[in-house]
C-alpha cells in the first residue's frame, strides 16, 4: 500500500532541474506532496486531487495521473533552498475508509 | 499565528517507563494527526482526530499506545511500558476545517523519544 519514491536520491547543481515520481498499487483520491528539511518538520508544498483541482505554492508544479496511479513533482531551476527529502502521501480507500500513507522520501541535495 | 507546538522537544527515558507527549494545534483547527517518524524513514500514521473523535486509530501500533484530544485542542499521546523499538521522532499535525485527507496538514517541530 505504501507509495513508491522515484529516485531515491538526486543530487543537483543549483540551476537544475528534477523530478519526483511517486506511484501507488491502488486508486488515489488525491496526492500529497511535502518537504522536510534535516531536523526540522516537513512543510506543505502541494496537494493533487482526484478530478484535476491542485492546491499548492505557485513556484512547485506537479501533475496526478490518475488513470496510472502516479504523480510527479518537477522542480525547476532548483536553488540551494530546495535541499532536503520530499514525501508523497497517498489517499487511497481502504475498505469503507479512506488513508494517507507516506511514501519514505526522496532526498534531494542542491549543491553551488 | 502560532503554529503547531510539541512539548517535550526531547525524552530520553528507560525502558519499561510510560511516557506522554503533548501537541498543541493551531487555534480552530479541527483535525489532529500523529505520526512516527523514525530515522531515515518516512512518516509512520498512527491516529487522527476530528474534533475529540477519533474516526481513524488504526495505525497505533500495539496496545501500549493510546491518544486522546480534550476540548477540540491540545492532544496527549501516551506509550506505556516503552520499548527501545519506540524511539523515533513523533510528528503532530493540524488542519483547519473537517480534516479528512484532501486539506494541507502543518506540522509541529516533533518530540525526539530515545529509548535506553
Known amino acids: 500500500q505504501q507509495p513508491v519514491q522515484s529516485p531515491q536520491a538526486v543530487i543537483l547543481r543549483e540551476g537544475e532541474d528534477a523530478v519526483i515520481n511517486c506511484s501507488s498499487s491502488k486508486a488515489l483520491y488525491s496526492v500529497h506532496w511535502y518537504r522536510q528539511k534535516h531536523g526540522e518538520a516537513p512543510v506543505f508544498l502541494m496537494i493533487l486531487l482526484k478530478g484535476g483541482e491542485q492546491k499548492g505554492h505557485e513556484k512547485i508544479s506537479a501533475s496526478f495521473n490518475e488513470k496510472k496511479q502516479q504523480s510527479s513533482l518537477y522542480l525547476t531551476a532548483s536553488q540551494l533552498s530546495y535541499s532536503g527529502t520530499y514525501f508523497c502521501?497517498?489517499?487511497?480507500?481502504?475498505?469503507?475508509?479512506?488513508?494517507?500513507?507516506w511514501g519514505l522520501g526522496t532526498s534531494l541535495a542542491v549543491n553551488p | 499565528g502560532a503554529g503547531v507546538s510539541q512539548s517535550p522537544s526531547n525524552k530520553v527515558t528507560e525502558k519499561g517507563k510510560d511516557v506522554e507527549l503533548r501537541c498543541d494545534p493551531i487555534s480552530g483547527h479541527t483535525a489532529l494527526y500523529w505520526y512516527r517518524q523514525s530515522l531515515g524513514q518516512g512518516l509512520e500514521f498512527l491516529i487522527y482526530f476530528q474534533g475529540n473523535s477519533a474516526p481513524d486509530k488504526s495505525g497505533l501500533p500495539s496496545d501500549r499506545f493510546s491518544a486522546e484530544r480534550t476540548g477540540g485542542s491540545v492532544s496527549t499521546l501516551t506509550i506505556q511500558r516503552t520499548q527501545q523499538e519506540d524511539s523515533a521522532v513523533y510528528l503532530c499535525?493540524?488542519?483547519?476545517?473537517?480534516?479528512?485527507?484532501?486539506?494541507?496538514?502543518?506540522f509541529g517541530p516533533g518530540t525526539r523519544l530515545l529509548v535506553l
Open positions: 502521501g497517498t489517499e487511497t480507500r481502504a475498505g469503507n475508509n479512506r488513508k494517507l500513507i
Open positions: 499535525a493540524s488542519s483547519p476545517r473537517r480534516g479528512g485527507y484532501q486539506e494541507t496538514q502543518y
